[in-house]
């Protein structure tokens, strides 16, 4: 054999060894796609595995943390975190009314009503704002809630109170805070007025005296007001944002009010308020009826100014039960939003109840859209969605 002939069978050899690899990395791409073997998951169902009532979603350093009301929190708050929304893991309690600030009172009704945290990132500092029973009650009021503020270096806390008392008190209890952070640098904090001791006329508690259903409707109003720089206090007086509908006739009176007319409770709410915008639009979401009930739904409305007026929305309830469309889902409520970690996705995050959870609240979040003042949630969902979008 001479030189001439040797040359190909080495190329032929080459070339077959460059087939062999590139055929074992196809195969392993596809036969692999993720390790050990399991499959890569690529949907997510609701409920999230997540027993939490009113759940908010922050976002930092490319983590998710979520806090809500309850999951075995003793007498405070617990934080879980996730890195794409859907899969969480429990961060343990990063709230205690005792610590050295604490202002609140633990053996007040509702185990001193550990409610609504949220938590907001400012210059490096995490802010915790909550409701609680508030210690000084010399009237001995069944319903003393305030709303504090807490401090931590960490998302996961320990979050430590900025001072020994509420933020401020208007003079009534006040419950489910919010805060937005506006393009100016002002922000603003939106809280519900509690229905205690807040009797109100309108056509509903005429129809509900008329039928012998209860002698008075006490209400829930949403107010926003200015808060200081660095959270000691507010500016201003509150400006009174959203209520219940005092007319029969008024388009949203039917949904807001189904808690009296199904004669559950003689209470109409508005509370669990979060205020996002979009362009020049503000857009503030809320939530009617009676928390522990089956009609508990989510509305909005919107604004040109974070402190309104606000207009309800014509396609008032966004979100609301399920079960007359032969689904199992009720107590739709307490939403906050989150993007998914490309950002282009929006969610709604909310808690419910379904047939299998009972009495208990779990999580759910579904896709919602946003555009030309118009709100869209795609929920409530129990079925296997895409999981959120991703880099």
Request: net charge positive; proline share 7%.
């Amino acid at each position: 054999m001479n030189r001439t002939q040797e040359i190909p069978m080495a190329m032929i050899k080459n070339l077959l060894l460059l087939l062999v690899s590139f055929s074992l990395v196809c195969y392993q791409s596809t036969a692999q796609p993720s390790q050990n073997g399991v499959p890569a998951q690529t949907t997510y169902s609701n409920p999230l595995s997540v027993q939490f009532g009113d759940p908010f979603v922050l976002h930092t350093k490319g983590k998710y943390y979520m806090y809500g009301t309850g999951a075995g929190a003793n007498k405070g708050f617990v934080a879980y975190s996730s890195n794409n929304l859907v899969n969480w893991k429990r961060e343990g309690q990063v709230y205690f009314h005792d610590n050295p600030q604490g202002w609140s009172d633990p053996d007040a009704k509702w185990g001193g009503a550990y409610w609504a945290p949220e938590v907001y990132e400012v210059k490096g500092k995490y802010y915790l704002f909550y409701s609680a029973q508030w210690k000084v009650n010399p009237t001995h009021e069944e319903e003393n809630f305030r709303i504090g503020v807490a401090v931590a270096d960490k998302p996961t806390g320990p979050f430590i109170d900025l001072a020994n008392k509420p933020i401020f008190d208007p003079g009534y209890p006040i419950i489910d805070a919010n805060v937005f952070f506006d393009t100016n640098g002002k922000a603003y904090l939106y809280y519900s007025r509690c229905c205690y001791k807040h009797p109100v006329e309108s056509e509903v508690a005429d129809l509900a005296r008329q039928n012998g259903w209860f002698n008075q409707i006490e209400e829930s109003w949403v107010y926003g007001v200015e808060l200081k720089p660095d959270f000691s206090g507010v500016v201003g007086q509150p400006v009174l944002l959203l209520r219940p509908p005092v007319k029969l006739d008024d388009k949203q009176s039917e949904w807001e009010s189904r808690s009296v007319t199904a004669r559950e409770v003689n209470r109409r709410w508005t509370e669990g308020s979060v205020t996002f915008r979009k362009g020049n639009t503000y857009y503030m979401m809320y939530s009617a009826n009676y928390f522990g009930g089956q009609h508990y739904a989510i509305g909005y409305a919107t604004a040109r100014s974070p402190l309104g007026p606000y207009k309800k929305a014509a396609n008032n309830p966004i979100v609301a039960k399920n079960t007359p469309n032969g689904g199992s889902v009720t107590g739709t409520g307490h939403n906050s939003i989150a993007y998914s970690p490309d950002r282009k996705e929006m969610f709604c995050v909310y808690h419910a109840r379904t047939s299998k959870t009972g009495d208990e609240r779990v999580v759910f979040i579904d896709r919602m859209e946003v555009g030309q003042g118009i709100i869209k949630v795609l929920g409530p969902t129990t079925t296997p969605q895409k999981l959120p979008s991703s880099q």
